[in-house]
């Protein structure tokens, strides 16, 4: 273990931002993990997993702890379904690539979402139709101040649209060290009716789809639309898509009538944000080295040399504008930090 002062964080985050981390390790065992948290010397500390879910504004004055726990395992197998454990410093990409090689089912439709398995409860993921919800039985997670492992049912995690008990009751309280996942080992229930998964497949004349299918479909709908973080700095899907009552999808509907909707429940509708942005006039608009992708309005991208502090400027514009034009708040999806 061994811990750094002033390094560039740059590389442990998606968006490339050039912050600095005071001090910064990397931990590999849970051991380890529990051993830098007993420091005494350090009173603040920041959590760092993919770094894919974040847009840093700021120098982080603070013991940064890179988790970078690995390992994936079987713990229970049965002829239909399997349980998984992942460790959260597992890249997410990989994992679903892993459950494909085995057909394992479940996880396809999250293919090349950016980060680690360690943050994806926490914001519950999600894409086409599926969330990490869907599959994951429980996770484990260390409390900071006690050191204490705790086991998380999937009810326990209290998942919410792009939401779960570790960013709200929870947050800053625990660590998720390791996930685990019920996949089916046979007759796979496949989701395809969400996006343009099922053109996709039909284009690569796929009449019984196989998970792999599936997965191969999501990457390429995926990389039509979205910036490899490798090559333009991004955190994917910048805010969230804002869900409003009837009554004001009403009113918004019959102003709009030509705006995409989708009905989440009785009470509750769905508005695209990435609709609501390019209407605005955003989509791929540039300024300086900070702006909105050419293909897809929801993402924010990096040209280069931006800072945390421009990108977060061009998000607020962006909000208000689509605040004075429809009368809809748009959140961010990403942490500011």
């Known amino acids: 273990m061994n811990i750094i002062e002033n390094i560039s964080l740059k590389p442990y985050n998606t968006f490339g931002i050039d912050a600095t981390a005071r001090h910064f390790v990397s931990v590999t065992t849970v051991n380890e993990l529990k051993e830098v948290l007993s420091l005494s010397q350090f009173k603040n500390r920041f959590i760092l997993g993919g770094g894919s879910n974040m847009l840093l504004k700021n120098d982080i004055d603070a013991l940064v702890i890179h988790i970078d726990l690995k390992g994936i395992s079987v713990l229970e197998k049965t002829k239909s379904h399997v349980h998984l454990r992942c460790m959260a410093g597992e890249n997410w990409h990989e994992l679903v690539l892993f459950c494909i090689e085995h057909n394992y089912g479940g996880l396809e439709n999250l293919s090349l979402i950016p980060g680690n398995v360690g943050t994806a409860p926490i914001q519950n993921i999600g894409a086409y139709g599926v969330e990490i919800k869907d599959a994951l039985i429980s996770c484990e997670a260390l409390n900071i ?104 999808f ?51 991208v990096n040209y280069g040399n931006a800072s945390g502090t421009e990108i977060w400027n061009l998000a607020l514009q962006i909000q208000k504008k689509v605040k004075d034009l429809y009368d809809i708040t748009i959140e961010a999806e990403v942490n500011v930090i």
């Open 145 to 248: 101040e006690t050191g204490k492992i705790k086991t998380f049912t999937n009810v326990e995690c209290n998942f919410r649209y792009r939401n779960s008990i570790f960013k709200t009751e929870l947050k800053g309280k625990y660590i998720i060290t390791s996930v685990t996942f019920q996949l089916s080992k046979k007759l796979h229930k496949l989701h395809t009716s969400y996006g343009a998964i099922e053109n996709e497949l039909v284009k690569r004349n796929f009449k019984n789809p196989t998970i792999k299918n599936v997965s191969d479909a999501v990457i390429a709908i995926r990389q039509s639309k979205l910036p490899d973080p490798k090559v333009l700095g991004n955190s994917g899907s910048f805010f969230k898509n804002p869900i409003i009552s009837v009554s004001k």
């Open 250 to 300: 009403n009113q918004f509907s019959t102003k709009f009538p030509e705006a995409p909707s989708y009905k989440v429940s009785e009470t509750e509708y769905k508005i695209p944000a990435g609709w609501l942005i390019e209407q605005a006039g955003f989509k791929g608009k540039r300024f300086g080295d900070a702006g909105v992708h050419k293909k897809q309005a929801l993402v924010l």
